[in-house]
């Protein structure tokens, strides 16, 4: 029995499965590779870099510098600044600003600002006539500071850049709020100066006497808010600070692990195809279908048992040669080895009057060899492993060509 090979303008993905079982080994090659890469980056770039860093945090505390207001009845709280705190943080994000902070500091610094609100207690007290009084307590606000960099003086000078905007930005909000506060005083001032007007037309001394009485109280109250505008700083004063080495280690998470083992995978096989590519060996049956569906195979031996591998072959030959005028098979080899091996494949065909001979590609052959004798079939004899593709492409070509009569071919192994 014989097939035939008429698979040859296919692409062959057994020969590419094939290829990547016998260099299986390149896949977890790879993967060991991809991952050393994934793991000991970190380790490199963090000893030299991430393990220096240095964290550098200040507190500062705001002064209620509006306070004195409370002595003339205002409520310090009752101004509101502008433009708000939380915009003023907002306001040190911006590109400028940061740009601006750091042109002025040599080594690159990352700055962050948060502010504590203010705390309100409920405080209870007995006053000198053994009266219970409940107030409210206000506290101030917090600032903190925390700069991260290779360099801790230039932490401490990029800190500072930003204490002076933020004190900037709380000085211009307050004095603004308190400016709005000036603004309505003025305008009751007014208001109070035309009712004394009317009043003193009037001739009513109670009412004059009130009314001029809250015209002083509004008068005071605007001159406190005014000096109170002159005393404005926006400072704010330190209540402590730090200074920590950040020792940073490497950390391999799932992801990245996950991701050089899938990278790893892929390369591997992506090398292994390339190799199957380039790599022509004949291995299988596939690999010989490129010679064209006239070429039969008859199957393959072994070397090392050709006693009992060589009998489906040499049956297969027998049953193709049967009814025709064949009288010679002229075996083609391109290998030493297989040359020398076939004396086997000769006896038992001289056994049933079958001349045969052997013909080596490459060294004996010969003009004369090459052409058709008389009643003569080729069978090729491919090395396993050894013979390449374009080799026994460019053989079947020069013997097809000369005008043979190609009976078939048999792979054979070591």
């Known amino acids: 029995m014989s097939t035939q090979l008429n698979r040859g303008n296919e692409i062959d993905l057994g020969r590419l499965l094939t290829a990547l079982k016998l260099r299986w080994w390149l896949l977890p090659v790879s993967v060991i590779l991809v991952l050393a890469a994934v793991l000991i980056q970190p380790q490199i770039s963090g000893s030299e870099a991430n393990q220096r860093l240095t964290t550098v945090t200040k507190t500062f505390e705001a002064k209620i510098e509006t306070a004195p207001l409370a002595i003339i009845g205002l409520d310090p709280g009752a101004t509101t600044p502008f433009p708000s705190f939380d915009n003023q943080l907002a306001a040190l994000q911006d590109p400028a600003f940061v740009e601006k902070i750091q042109s002025n500091i040599p080594s690159s610094i990352q700055v962050t600002v948060t502010r504590s609100e203010p705390k309100f207690t409920m405080v209870d007290t007995i006053d000198e006539s053994n009266n219970r009084m409940t107030f409210l307590s206000r506290g101030t606000s917090s600032y903190v500071f925390s700069c991260v960099s290779t360099d801790e003086q230039a932490c401490v000078l990029g800190i500072e850049g930003y204490l002076q905007e933020v004190s900037r930005l709380r000085y211009e909000s307050i004095t603004t709020g308190l400016k709005n506060n000036v603004d309505l005083l003025d305008r009751l001032i007014k208001s109070a100066n035309s009712r004394l007007k009317l009043i003193v037309s009037t001739g009513d001394s109670y009412s004059i006497a009130a009314e001029e009485a809250g015209l002083v109280d509004l008068n005071n109250k605007r001159q406190a808010v005014t000096d109170v505008i002159a005393q404005i700083s926006g400072e704010l004063h330190e209540v402590s600070s730090s200074t920590n080495q950040l020792v940073t280690k490497p950390k391999y998470t799932s992801t990245s692990i996950g991701f050089g083992i899938i990278f790893g995978l892929v390369i591997g096989i992506l090398v292994a195809l390339q190799l199957a590519l380039i790599d022509k060996r004949v291995r299988s049956e596939r690999d010989i279908s490129v010679l064209g569906p006239e070429v039969k195979f008859f199957g393959r031996f072994s070397l090392k048992q050709i006693e009992t591998t060589s009998i489906p072959v040499i049956a297969a030959i027998l049953s193709n040669i049967e009814g025709s005028a064949i009288s010679v098979v002229r075996f083609v080899s391109a290998s030493d080895e297989?040359?020398?091996?076939?004396?086997?494949?000769?006896?038992?065909?001289?056994?049933?009057?079958?001349?045969?001979?052997?013909?080596?590609?490459?060294?004996?052959?010969?003009?004369?060899?090459?052409?058709?004798?008389?009643?003569?079939?080729?069978?090729?004899?491919?090395?396993?492993?050894?013979?390449?593709?374009?080799?026994?492409?460019?053989?079947?070509?020069?013997?097809?060509?000369?005008?043979?009569?190609?009976?078939?071919?048999?792979?054979?192994?070591?």
Do not use: M
């Open 338 to 414: 297989v040359s020398a091996s076939t004396s086997l494949l000769i006896e038992s065909l001289s056994q049933r009057k079958i001349s045969s001979e052997i013909l080596r590609v490459g060294q004996d052959l010969t003009v004369d060899l090459l052409l058709p004798g008389p009643k003569t079939a080729i069978v090729y004899l491919i090395a396993i492993e050894k013979d390449t593709i374009d080799q026994w492409q460019s053989t079947h070509g020069d013997f097809a060509n000369a005008g043979n009569q190609i009976l078939g071919c048999a792979l054979v192994g070591k």
